[in-house]
C-alpha cells in the first residue's frame, strides 16, 4: 500500500535559521513520483518539486533544496536561511506510475518562521 | 494563472441543504479529474476519481451517496454535497491532469479549495 510519512507535525524557527523536513514514503511501485506542495494559510496548494523514482540527483532550487534518498525511502526538504514568507503547512506526497494522477499525501508539516 | 478554477471559494449554509462545488479545467480538457478533503490541520484524502462520461470511482469509505460527482464535459466537474450536515465541514479541493506529455510526465493541476461550512 501507499503511504506517505511526515513525522514532524509542526516546526518552529527563526527567521534566517535552516530547517529540514521529513518525509519517508511507502510504495510496492518501482517508478512512482514524489511531489512537494506549500499550502498557505488562503488553502491553496503550491507546487515546489516533482522527482521520479529514478532520478536520484538531488535538487536545487534557491534556497530550496531536496534529497532523494531511495535506500532509506526519504524525500526531505531544506529551506535554507528561512524568511517569513515561508511559513506555511508543506506536504509532501506520493503518486504511481500507472496511477500517477492519484495523489497519496503525508499529513503535512506546518512552518512557523519567527522574525 | 491558474489553469484549474474552483467555485465557489468559500461557501456557509444551513444544515440539510446540498451544496455543489464545480471545478473546471482552464484551456485544457481533462478526462479525469480528482476530489480531495482535507479537514482543519490534517492532510488532504481523495475522496474520487471523476470520469468524464462514466461513473465517478470512489475511495474506501466515502458515501457515494453523500458526495454526489458528476463529470458532464471534458472541463467540468462537479461534487455534491448532499442534505450537508455540520461534519461535512472541511475544505474541498479538485485537480485535474492536463493531457500533455507522455505517461507520467502529465501536468496535474490542482483548484484553490473550497471551503464549505455547515452550521
Known amino acids: 500500500a501507499q503511504k506517505v510519512t511526515q513525522a514532524q507535525t509542526e516546526i518552529s524557527v527563526v527567521e534566517k535559521e535552516d530547517v529540514t523536513l521529513d518525509c519517508v514514503y511507502e510504495?510496492?511501485?518501482?517508478?512512482?513520483?514524489l511531489f512537494w506542495y506549500k499550502q498557505p494559510p488562503s488553502g491553496e496548494l503550491v507546487f515546489l518539486i516533482r522527482?521520479?523514482?529514478?532520478?536520484?540527483q538531488n535538487e536545487i532550487s534557491g534556497r530550496y533544496s531536496w534529497n532523494f534518498q531511495k535506500s532509506t525511502s526519504s524525500f526531505n526538504f531544506t529551506i535554507t536561511a528561512s524568511q517569513v514568507v515561508d511559513s506555511a503547512v508543506y506536504f509532501c506526497?506520493?503518486?504511481?506510475?500507472?496511477?500517477?494522477?492519484?495523489?497519496?499525501f503525508g499529513s503535512g508539516t506546518k512552518l512557523n518562521v519567527k522574525p | 494563472g491558474a489553469v484549474v478554477s474552483q467555485h465557489p471559494s468559500w461557501v456557509i449554509c444551513k444544515s440539510g441543504t446540498s451544496v455543489k462545488i464545480e471545478c473546471r479545467s482552464l484551456?485544457?480538457?481533462?478526462?479525469?479529474m480528482f476530489w480531495y478533503r482535507q479537514f482543519p490541520k490534517k492532510s488532504l484524502m481523495l475522496m474520487a476519481t471523476?470520469?468524464?462520461?462514466?461513473?465517478?470511482?470512489?475511495e474506501q469509505g466515502v458515501e457515494k451517496d453523500k458526495f454526489l460527482i458528476n463529470h458532464a464535459s471534458l472541463t467540468l466537474s462537479t461534487l455534491t454535497v448532499t442534505s450537508a450536515h455540520p461534519e461535512d465541514s472541511s475544505f474541498y479541493i479538485c485537480?485535474?491532469?492536463?493531457?500533455?506529455?507522455?505517461?507520467?510526465?502529465?501536468?496535474?493541476?490542482f483548484g484553490d479549495g473550497t471551503r464549505l461550512s455547515i452550521l
Open positions: 485537480s485535474a491532469t492536463q493531457p500533455t506529455g507522455g505517461l507520467g510526465n502529465q501536468p496535474q493541476h
Open positions: 510504495t510496492r511501485d518501482t517508478t512512482y513520483y
Open positions: 522527482r521520479n523514482s529514478f532520478d536520484e
Open positions: 506526497a506520493l503518486s504511481e506510475l500507472y496511477n500517477f494522477n492519484k495523489f497519496y
Open positions: 484551456d485544457f480538457q481533462a478526462t479525469t
Open positions: 471523476s470520469n468524464e462520461g462514466s461513473k465517478a470511482t470512489y
